[in-house]
Nanobody, 124 residues
Framework: QLQLVESGGGLVQPGGSLRLSCAAS????????IGWFRQAPGKEREEVSC???????NYARSVKGRFTISRDSAKNMLYLQMNNLKPEDTAVYYC??????????????????WGKGTLVNVSA
């Protein structure tokens, strides 16, 4: 059973940067589509960025050009570099792995494994 643990969240001022990390154990990330999702207070969980098994990446329109997803297969780690953070980026960020990231009928049925999340708070 794959287990995912996020770290790197915290309080940051607008315009600042954070790097989130996701450590996988109990299996390898290699067979999966992997990604980052976030959920702000009172809002639904949304996809931030996903990396497909072939290495191609997708980004939400709101973070494109500011966030970068990457992986280290040797360390079994996933990362999210977040630059030029904005208050609207405030949310709990979740690491995830599965067959696909696309939301279907309101749910992420393609995600098999979720981390517990790390809070990112962008505030002056």
């Amino acid at each position: 059973q794959l287990q995912l643990v996020e770290s790197g969240g915290g309080l940051v001022q607008p315009g600042g940067s954070l790097r989130l990390s996701c450590a996988a154990s109990g299996g390898t990330l290699d067979p999966y589509t992997i990604g980052w999702f976030r959920q702000a207070p009172g809002k639904e969980r949304e996809e931030v960025s996903c990396m497909l098994r072939g290495g191609s990446t997708n980004y939400a329109r709101s973070v494109k050009g500011r966030f970068t997803i990457s992986r280290d297969s040797a360390k079994n780690m996933l990362y999210l570099q977040m630059n030029n953070l904005k208050p609207e980026d405030t949310a709990v960020y979740y690491c995830a792995a599965g067959g696909y990231c696309t939301k279907v009928a309101g749910s992420y049925y393609g995600i098999d494994f979720w981390g517990k999340g790390t809070l990112v708070n962008v505030s002056a």
